[in-house]
């Protein structure tokens, strides 16, 4: 299958500063790719879908000032997290649908925010 | 809203046949069966989707029954690193994946 690669794995931050968070599809091209989160114990929870050369769209209760998206490259989409609070660690994942499999996505390896 | 049952757990001893029952019984023509896991700490793992026949691939077998109102992914031959939280998921193409709370299906040796 396609593969999705995040950088980084994992990341501690202090609280007030910003993280960003990388997606790369590494060998195909995504024009959609996607960011989840995940609390301990919970599913995965859909934030927003990146489009790339667009602006992304965010779910339901998402702060779209809070959690930057941008997908300038047809291989890499980014996630910032702004003005990180205790509250925002979470296990964040991205996805895209594989190249020439357009009926599946493929998850990246996720990365931890920790923010103390 | 969920379109799938699943059962919270279940387990399986190594080397046996997993079977995993998922109850999709509001399923529309043009969805889909996913079958996706998330081992602990990691991103989830493709495994198999079919739309109205069986389907097998490497890693598992998909059966969903004729009238499409349930399914079941079967690991023929269970092993210590399929322990993991499995997803079924109902999705049509045009469709985000919505996750539900899946199985955990714990291998014991």
């Known amino acids: 299958g396609a593969v999705v690669s995040q950088h980084p794995s994992r990341v501690i931050c202090k609280s007030g500063t910003s993280v960003k968070i990388e997606c790369r599809s590494l060998d195909f091209q995504a024009t959609t790719m996607f960011w989840y989160r995940q609390f301990p114990k919970q599913s995965l929870m859909l934030m927003a879908t990146?489009?790339?050369?667009?602006?992304?769209?965010?779910e339901q209760g998402v702060e779209k000032d809070k959690f930057l998206i941008n997908h300038a490259s047809l291989t890499l989409s980014t996630l910032t997290v702004t003005s990180a609070h205790p509250e925002d660690s979470s296990f964040y994942i991205c996805?895209?649908?594989?190249?020439?499999?357009?009926?599946?996505?493929?998850f990246g390896p996720g990365t931890r925010l920790t923010v103390l | 809203d969920a379109k799938t049952t699943q059962p919270t757990s279940m387990d399986c001893a190594e080397g046996r046949a997993a079977n995993l029952p998922c109850n999709h019984s509001?399923?529309?023509?043009?969805?889909?069966v996913y079958w996706y896991r998330q081992i602990h700490s990691q991103g989830p793992q493709y495994i198999i989707h079919?739309?109205?026949n069986n389907e097998t691939n490497e890693m598992a077998s998909l059966i969903i029954t004729e009238d499409r109102k349930s399914s079941t992914l079967i690991l023929p031959h269970a092993t210590l690193r399929d322990t993991a939280v499995y997803y079924c998921i109902v999705r049509a193409m045009d469709e985000k994946l919505t996750f539900g709370t899946g199985t955990r299906l714990t291998i014991i040796p």
């Open positions: 079919g739309l109205k």
């Open positions: 996805s895209a649908f594989g190249g020439s499999d357009t009926d599946t996505q493929y």
């Open positions: 990146s489009n790339e050369g667009s602006k992304a769209t965010y």
């Open positions: 509001t399923i529309s023509g043009n969805e889909y």
